[in-house]
Every structure is written in structure tokens, then in C-alpha cells.
């Protein structure tokens, strides 16, 4: 570890490579999330209608149907099949994170990522240390709930209380009182639990990793020999479970391919590290062969 | 025996193992069961709509719609008039849905309907292709005490303002007995019409409308399924359906001397002329005497035993056919 005296995460990087390199996936990350949302409120804002709708289905252009399949699925559900524009968009929405990984979508378009960001950046820099203990299946278990209880009430249930819809839809159609519900997240995530919601408890999250489990983008340490051990990746990391095989598995002969689906392809750890461990590329760029790799416990699901 | 020794530890792991499973996995179900079961009683609240929430046209049933929306908002935005909302988490319409207030921006009713063309989930019906099928609810002209055609007046703007205009609202003309002398146009729903549009409450001049749209099954009555319209019964089989001569008359029981224009007695198989002049009777029961204590005028041409004839086939009382 660095002697330096400041023991800030990402210091190390910053003194290395510069500020604007040591954070340029965060700034590139904020960037899309923000301009994400800003083409969603140009139309009620500006009345510049390039993107109308939310996150559950959006319609750009006239053209592009983007349909969230977990919403779809829980209506699928209660027993009701989307038109055909909204099925397209299910399609095309599916598509496109199985090939960038499915929790990009956590990490890159999820508004309440900001601040679940945010809480863990405050308990970072507040020093808060104890932390509820919960399994990170924990998740799995409440998409299942999610499913069956729509199945069972008829009514699509996560959409009911699911902060990041109502976050989405309180920016654009109105808060109202929705933003309790995202400083429950805030504060729960600051005091309670250590990154508790998107990590242990989002089933939106927990859907978009089983989408995202074959995807061929994927984080990659071909430096891993470089490693200091530091620990600033696995600081910063919002799923720190996923970067051990990789990173540390040289000597069992895994990696050095990030392949665990909870991985959100944030990139923050390739930011962070000031020996260029880490890169984006493919799940094919792994030492092992595929199949080998898949057998790995750090690729069965439950292991994160 | 050193089998045993070796194996006997690693079976002990293996239970501890498998009962740690066991709690791990219990601990979960049952947590997160916990949760579902709150979440569950929240939708089932959920699912109870606000009187005076309406759907969008073309919306599924309640209970089929909570299913079917994904709370996209497309409704809300291709509405031209702005009448769509989508509830927040405090309104006490299911989180995230969308529907309107009639008293506060009615639906306009486009021919086109592209609310329900904006829909990707059928939660609006695509089968809906004519507004005026639409059924997102139904008028109900609920306070007759206050409503100023009620007392008399001839406002009538829930009447003009309607986009079905004498057929979904038709003022009916009744005595106003009240002067004596005037009539009063009374507001009337027709639910075969009426689109539920709600621009009839949104301009009801009174303070507080008189004429409100409520979802169907709070508006409507339905008979009992085995009930059956006599005179619609007599219409569809072309004449009666029971044997008249063998009615039953029970006594009229009207002060002696009393004859009625136009009565037809089943007793005497008899009814009273209509031109007669009825015999004046001093206690003649209430109804039975107009306001300047005439007796009962002749009935008009058209009612029920007007026309005198030996035996007319509707006796007064069981529906005339008009």
C-alpha cells in the first residue's frame, strides 16, 4: 500500500495517471446517466419531444421502442402481454444488454445509482464503519417475490413501491412525494447498510444480472502480475466479490476475465488503479478456455 | 475402525453444514415472505380506485389494468388536453398509473383516441376504435336538490355541454308542481350513451357539481337477473302473455260513486268511457283531484285506456305498451 499521506481511495491513481485519467469511466458514467435523463426531460422541460415515456418504456423518435423486460415480465405475470411496439422494445432491450452486460443498466442508465453512489462516497468519507449483514442472494429471492406476487395479486407489484421507477418518473411526470422513498434509499444505504440496496436488495438489479450472464463485454485484469495490493479496487467496487477471482486467482488458474454477472461494468476500478491492472474487453480474452472458465465457481451463479 | 475415525468428522461437517443451508435459506424465505406479504396487502389496497379517479378510454377493467399498465406515461403525453396524470405516491390511485378528474380537465373525447394508440401493453384497449364506445364511466345527476333544472331553472349546461347531446343526456319535461304552472327539463342519463367523458361534472355551474362521473358499478343499478319488462315481453311475443279473463280483480276500493275515465274493470269487463263525466264526490282521495279541486281531467289521447274498446288488452297498472 502507498505511504502516502493521503489515504483517500484513488489517490494512488490520481498521483499516477492524473485526475481526468484516474476518473475518466466515473465522468463518462455521469455523463450517460445525466444525458440519459436530460433526453428524457427535454420534451416536458423544453418541449423538445426526442424521447417520450420513463425507464418501463420509452418511445424515441417515433421510432425506437425501448421496453424494460423486467416490467414486462411481472405484468407477463398477472396474465397480460405487451402490443406489438411494446414487445419489440422488450427485444430490443434485451439485446442490447446482453452484449454490454446486463447491469450496465445499474451502473450507466439507473438513476438511482447516483445516489446510491453518492451514500457509499459519504460513508467513505464520513468514516462510518458497522454494517447490517445480509447475503447478497438476498436479491434473487426478491425478484422471485416479485414474480410470484404478481402472479398472485394481479397487480404488477415492484412498480408499486420500486424507488428507481419513481425516481425516473418523479423527474420527468413529478415528484410528489417520491422523494422520501429515494432518501429511505439514501439513508439506508449511508447508516444501515454499506452499498445494501443495489447490492443486496434491488431486484430490478438482480433481473438485469441474469440478462447480462453471458455477456461478452466484461471487465478484464491481463495486469494483474502489476497488482500492488492496494485495495482500492475492492474499496471502491460496488460488488467487490467479483474482482477476487479475477484479480488474485493467477496461482488457481482463474480469470483474469471478470465474469461474475453482478459485475456492473463500471469501470470504476480500471479508474482507480494506478498500476493499469485493470481494462475493458471480452469474456473470450480469459487465460482459460470458456469452458473451463464457466466451470469456475467464481461463474456459478449463488457464489456472489 | 480408522475409516470410521476419518469419515466420522467429515459427516458431522457435511450436517452442519446442510442444517446451516437449511437456516440460511429459511431466514430468507421468511424475510423476504415478509415483505411480499406487506407488499401484497399494499396492492390489494391499491386496487381500490377513488370515485372520482377515472381510466383513460378504453381502459381494462381495474383489476386487469393494474396488471397490464407498466406506468410508462405514453398516454399522459399523447393526451392533447393534458387530461392524463400519472398518480404519485401520495395520490390514492395505484402509484404510477394514469387517470383523470373530470371536474378538473374532462376528456375530450378525440376521434382518433391516440392515448390508447400510445399504449404498449393493451392496457388500453386497441379494440377501441370509436370514442364514443368508450365506457370510462358513467354520469350520474346525484344531488336532485341542488341541481338548478331540478329547481326549476332552465341552466341545462350539462346538457349543452355534452358531446352525445340528446342521447347520453336528454332533459326530460315534467309538471313543476311546485308553481303549479311551469315545467322543469330534468337532466337524464342515458348509460347506453354516455361515454363517461366527464365534461358534463367540469361544467356543472353549481359550487360543488351535481352531476358527477362515477366508475360504472358505483353509477349503475342492475335488475335482477330473472326480471323480465312485461311490456317488452308483450312487444317481442305480440301480445300478452297470460290469460286475462281469467285475471284475478281484486275491489278498486274507491269511495262509492267514484268512476274513473278510462278504468278498466277485469270485474265487470267494463271500462268507463273517457268522455264521461265522473260523478263529483266530495271526499275524492288525494291524486284523484287536481289542484283547483277539479276532479281528475279525462285521460289525454295516447294513455293507457284511452281509447275505449270492450276489452283493452293492458289494464292500467301493468304498462300500456307506450
Not at chain 1, 459485475?263 to 476500478?269: E, I, K, V
Not at chain 2, 383523470?100 to 404498449?120: N, S, W, Y
Not at chain 2, 327539463?185 to 356543472?204: D, I, M, N, R, Y
Request: proline share 8%.
Amino acid at each position: 500500500m502507498s505511504m502516502a499521506a493521503d489515504k483517500r481511495v484513488g489517490a494512488d491513481a490520481v498521483a499516477a495517471k492524473g485526475w481526468l485519467r484516474a476518473n475518466r469511466w466515473l465522468l463518462a458514467r455521469r455523463a450517460t446517466q445525466l444525458a440519459i435523463l436530460g433526453l428524457f426531460l427535454l420534451g416536458p422541460l423544453a418541449g423538445l419531444w426526442i424521447v417520450k415515456g420513463n425507464l418501463a418504456y420509452s418511445y424515441t423518435l417515433g421510432i425506437l421502442p425501448l421496453t424494460d423486460p423486467y416490467v414486462v415480465l411481472q405484468s407477463a405475470m398477472t396474465g397480460h402481454l405487451p402490443e406489438v411496439l411494446g414487445a419489440v422494445g422488450v427485444v430490443i432491450v434485451l439485446a442490447f444488454y446482453w452484449l454490454v452486460g446486463g447491469r450496465v443498466y445499474c451502473s450507466w442508465v439507473c438513476p438511482v445509482n447516483i445516489v446510491t453512489d453518492s451514500a457509499g462516497w459519504l460513508r467513505r468519507r464520513l468514516g462510518i464503519k458497522g454494517s447490517v449483514h445480509l447475503a447478497r442472494e438476498t436479491r434473487y429471492w426478491m425478484l422471485a417475490m416479485t414474480l410470484l406476487g404478481s402472479a398472485l395479486t394481479g397487480v404488477v407489484l415492484w412498480e408499486l413501491i420500486n424507488p428507481v421507477s419513481m425516481l425516473h418518473r418523479g423527474l420527468i411526470f413529478g415528484m410528489g412525494f417520491a422523494w422520501t422513498i429515494v432518501l429511505a434509499v439514501f439513508l439506508f444505504d449511508l447508516f444501515v447498510m454499506s452499498r445494501g440496496w443495489c447490492g443486496r436488495l434491488c431486484p430490478v438489479g438482480a433481473f438485469y444480472g441474469l440478462i447480462g450472464r453471458f455477456s461478452p463485454v466484461r471487465v478484464s485484469a491481463p495486469a494483474r502480475a502489476a497488482c500492488n495490493d492496494c485495495m482500492d479496487c475492492f474499496e471502491v467496487c460496488p460488488e467487490p466479490q467479483v474482482i477476487r477471482p479475477a484479480l488474485k486467482g493467477a496461482a488457481s488458474g482463474t480469470g483474469p476475465v471478470i465474469l461474475a454477472s453482478a459485475c456492473t461494468n463500471c469501470g470504476r476500478c480500471i479508474d482507480v488503479c494506478s498500476k493499469d491492472v485493470f481494462r475493458f474487453g471480452t469474456r473470450f480474452n480469459n487465460a482459460l478456455p470458456v469452458s473451463e472458465a464457466s466451470g469456475d465457481p467464481a461463474a456459478a451463479p449463488g457464489k456472489f | 475402525m480408522a475409516s470410521t475415525d476419518e469419515t466420522a468428522p467429515a459427516v458431522a461437517r457435511k450436517s452442519v453444514a446442510r442444517r446451516q443451508f437449511l437456516f440460511d435459506t429459511a431466514r430468507m424465505a421468511c424475510g423476504v415472505g415478509m415483505l411480499g406479504l406487506g407488499l401484497g396487502l399494499y396492492a390489494k389496497q391499491s386496487k381500490a380506485l377513488p370515485a372520482l379517479a377515472l381510466r383513460p378510454p378504453g381502459a381494462l377493467p381495474e383489476a386487469d389494468f393494474l396488471g397490464a399498465c407498466i406506468r410508462c406515461g405514453l398516454c399522459v403525453r399523447d393526451c392533447p388536453y393534458d387530461t392524463l396524470s400519472l398518480a404519485r405516491p401520495e395520490t390514492p390511485v395505484a402509484t404510477g398509473t394514469p387517470f383523470f378528474t373530470a371536474r378538473q380537465i374532462p376528456c375530450e373525447m378525440c376521434e382518433d383516441i391516440p392515448c390508447v394508440k400510445a399504449c404498449p401493453t393493451g392496457a388500453l384497449d386497441h379494440g377501441l376504435t370509436d370514442i364514443n364506445k368508450a365506457r370510462m364511466g358513467l354520469a350520474a345527476l346525484i344531488d336532485h336538490e341542488t341541481c338548478l333544472n331540478f329547481l326549476g331553472l332552465r341552466c341545462d349546461v350539462c346538457y349543452r355541454v355534452c358531446p352525445v347531446i340528446d342521447k347520453a343526456i336528454t332533459l326530460e319535461v315534467l309538471p313543476n308542481t311546485r308553481t303549479g304552472r311551469h315545467s322543469m327539463f330534468l337532466p337524464t342519463v342515458h348509460s347506453e350513451h354516455c361515454t363517461g367523458c366527464g365534461k358534463c361534472e367540469q361544467a356543472c355551474v353549481l359550487e360543488e357539481a351535481a352531476i358527477k362521473v362515477y366508475p360504472v358499478a358505483l353509477a349503475k343499478g342492475a335488475l335482477g337477473r330473472h326480471y323480465r319488462l312485461g311490456w317488452e315481453e308483450q312487444k317481442k311475443a305480440g301480445g300478452s302473455l297470460i290469460d286475462e279473463k281469467s285475471m284475478l280483480d281484486l275491489p278498486d276500493r274507491l269511495p262509492e260513486g267514484t268512476r274513473l275515465p278510462g278504468h278498466y274493470d277485469p270485474g265487470g269487463g267494463t271500462t268507463a268511457a273517457p268522455g264521461s263525466v265522473p260523478a263529483p264526490v266530495p271526499s275524492a282521495p288525494p291524486g284523484m283531484v287536481g289542484p283547483g279541486g277539479a276532479v281528475v281531467p279525462p285521460a289525454p289521447p295516447g294513455m293507457p285506456g284511452s281509447v275505449a274498446g270492450p276489452v283493452p288488452s293492458h289494464p292500467p297498472g301493468l304498462g300500456g305498451g307506450q
